[in-house]
């Protein structure tokens, strides 16, 4: 570990006077305005004239029929799962989830919001290993998946980062099984994919789909989420659940379990207001990837990838991959990481130190699921097949898992849309000394 501001490979980089954040929100005056209506014409609640038009608006804008605003993109996310698990093996009691005794294929490299409603519903999550083209869910592993268990049908897919799986291929394999898609695309609004020769958004592709207006997100409510879908009774269904699970009587009746989802018209009103600055965000998060692509150029790493003909991402956030014969030694426990320089080398650890020093917010690539201590014992299906126990005390060779091996050399790098090409060259700067 490096005391880097007496280390002399970062002679003369001085420290940013305000922190530079990994992706923050950006306001613009709009959301004010919303917020301010909202309580000057006292619908502070979960009713209101914001919501009903940000519903409209991204509807709209992704092109889909409609859109349930939710508190939570993990709270949309619960709601398209369980919809899957009752669609598919129909309603459950009142204590049990849909999706109890049932296995449900799910992205691997994801932040845990995308699978743990597949727990919240009782089903079996099994880990499928992510692909190099795009870090996203590898459709021969999900193939391969389907050989271990036939009896499978529903998956959950996520756009890592702002950029687009490969959902034409993973459509294809859970139409062959008869499987249905939970699309997770909290990161990747705006992002749009080729899908049988036709642009479309993500945030349409799955049979229920999920966006996210998490403050860190493109653009943000501080927090919220919607449910989108072209089938009128999933969107009334969700919109039930979201709101108790209120019945038509004048007392309060329930015939089924219901959630306190729905967003708040406050959280509205400054969705409302970042509508208008969605393809801007976008620009400015395309052109801090390709800053860095192009400052990195000459050193052994790799920026996150995305197929240039089949889609095109909205850049949330960028990162990097060093390549494997430049990673300087770098271990990590289960909360505590040590790692070493070595001449011409570095690693994710010293890289987000050293931005850290400097007062930049960086941040490791997503811990994949099947490592996580959580799901350790959930199957984990690769390319090869089993993930799980391919290890071998007297025999050279492990498998290979996709997943593990980005989160080894990959790391995200600053992404926010308020950062300056001068700060950004400051950041590329110290990379460059971290490989000194
Ligand atoms: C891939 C992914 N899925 C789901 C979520 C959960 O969304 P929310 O924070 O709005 O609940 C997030 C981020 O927060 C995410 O990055």
Redesign the pocket.
Known sequence: MTDFKSDPRFAGIEAFEKKVWLSSPTMHGDEQHWVDDAIATNWVSTVGANINEVEKQIADYVGCQYAVALS???AA?HLATKLAGERLYGQARPNEGTLQGHRVFCSDT??D??INPVAYEDGEAVFIDTEYDTWNMCPEALEKAFSFYPDTRLIVV?HLYGTPGKLEEIRRIADRHGALIVE?A??SLGARYLLNGKWVETGTLGDFNCI???GNKIITGS?G?MFLTDNLEDANKVRKWSTQSREAAPWYQHEEIGYNYRMSNIIAGIVRGQMPYLAEHIDQKRAIWERYEKGLADLPVRMNPWDREKSVPNFWLSCLIIDKDAMAPHVRGEQDELWTHEPGKSSPGEILAAIAAFNAEGRPVWKPMHMQPIYRTHAFITAEGNGRARSNAYIAGAGIDVGADIFRRGLCLPSDNKMTPAQQDRIIEIIHRCFA
Do not use: K, M, V
């Open positions: 939570a993109g993990t996310l994801t932040f919001a995308s996520a997770d909290a990161e996210s207006f998490n927090a989420g």
